[in-house]
């Protein structure tokens, strides 16, 4: 009897012992899984944070790249105004030199009108050649876009003449050019030389 008595005993001491084991395993384990979550949490913030600064970066380098394509459109507009006023420019000074070119050259061809005044077609040989000299003159003129005044029977025109003399004549019409004293030149659009004139009425 002693002997069993002994076995119950040592058997539920071992159960006991069991119970206890197993629930200290239980509170070990709640307890690991307690930190686990905790550190899954703390990691799941540090990866948020991470992220959230990696859109912080992002935000920066398109703030940075929209930067950038607003200077470089500047700059191509500038650019562009840049190169369209310099051939304005350009198309400016051409024009200018030009007509101070063609300005130096009318004396020359008033000279030649004057001397071949004076002499009658087909007398001279030498005149016949200064006149074909006068004529190729004239022509080249004309090709660069230097042309004539039309000034004898036309209305007077400030922009194109330049009144010297006023005659009182009743054939002619008011305000009628009727003498040239020295043809005017244009190149292009613009005047080189008024005529001077004498204007009737």
Do not use: C, W
């Not at 686990?36 to 398109?62: I, L, M, P, T």
């Not at 007077?156 to 009144?163: I, L, V, Y």
């Amino acid at each position: 009897m002693a002997e069993n008595k002994m076995e119950e005993f040592s058997t539920e001491e071992a159960v006991k012992e069991a119970v206890e084991n197993a629930e200290e395993m239980k509170e070990e384990a709640a307890a690991e899984n307690t930190e686990e979550a905790a550190e899954a949490k703390g990691s799941e913030k540090e990866s948020k944070k991470g992220f959230k600064k990696k859109e912080k970066k992002k935000d920066k380098r398109d703030e940075q790249i929209e930067q950038l394509n607003d200077r470089v459109m500047r700059q191509m507009a500038e650019f562009e105004n840049f190169r369209r006023r310099t051939e304005v420019e350009k198309s400016q000074m051409f024009a200018t030199g030009a007509k101070s070119i063609v300005e130096k050259i009318l004396p020359v061809v008033d000279n030649f009108e004057r001397g071949l005044a004076t002499v009658e077609e087909g007398a001279d040989p030498f005149a016949d050649g200064m006149l074909m000299i006068y004529k190729q003159l004239l022509t080249t003129l004309d090709e660069a876009g230097v042309k004539p005044i039309e000034a004898v029977g036309q209305e007077f025109n400030p922009d194109f003449h330049n009144a010297v003399m006023h005659v009182e004549d009743e054939e002619v019409g008011e305000n009628i050019v009727v003498e040239e004293f020295q043809k005017g030149y244009m190149y292009n659009d613009t005047v080189v030389r008024h005529s001077m004139v004498k204007v009737a009425n």
